[in-house]
C-alpha cells in the first residue's frame, strides 16, 4: 500500500502562483509514475502532470504546458506542482496519484493510490 497526502493549495488572484505538495509514504519503492490530476465541479477528472519515479520524465496536459512545473525529490519522498499564471479555469481539487505499473498514462483509471484532494481556487 501507498499513502498519499496533499498540501498547499488554497486561494489566490488571477496571474499568481500557488504550489501544491505530495507526501508518499509505504511501498514507494513500487511507484513507477506519479500524476496531478484535478476535478471541478461538475467536470470529469482530468489529467495535469505526471513525472517517473525513477526516470525523471514530465507529462503535461496541453492546457498548464508552460504554467504549470511538476517536480520530485525521492529523498523526501514527494512531488511538487509550481503552478504559474493561474486563472479561473484552473479552479479545482487538485488531486496527487501513483501508478505502479510500468508505462506511463494519462488516464486517471489507471492509477492506482489517490491523495483526499486539495483545493485551488483562481479568483478573477
Known amino acids: 500500500q501507498v499513502q498519499l497526502v496533499e498540501s498547499g493549495g488554497g486561494l489566490v488572484q488571477a496571474g499568481g502562483s500557488l504550489r501544491v505538495s505530495c507526501a508518499a509514504s509505504?511501498?514507494?519503492?513500487?511507484?513507477?509514475?506519479m500524476g496531478w490530476f484535478r476535478q471541478a465541479p461538475g467536470k470529469e477528472r482530468e489529467f495535469v502532470a505526471a513525472?517517473?519515479?525513477?526516470?525523471?520524465?514530465?507529462y503535461y496536459a496541453d492546457s498548464v504546458k508552460g504554467r504549470f512545473t511538476i517536480s520530485r525529490d525521492n529523498t523526501k519522498n514527494t512531488v511538487s506542482l509550481q503552478m504559474n499564471s493561474l486563472n479561473p479555469v484552473d479552479t479545482a481539487v487538485y488531486y496527487c496519484a501513483a501508478k505502479t505499473s510500468l508505462f506511463y498514462t494519462n488516464d486517471p483509471a489507471k492509477y492506482d493510490y489517490w491523495g483526499q484532494g486539495t483545493q485551488v481556487t483562481v479568483s478573477s
Open positions: 509505504g511501498r514507494t519503492f513500487s511507484l513507477y509514475y
Open positions: 513525472i517517473g519515479w525513477r526516470s525523471s520524465t514530465t
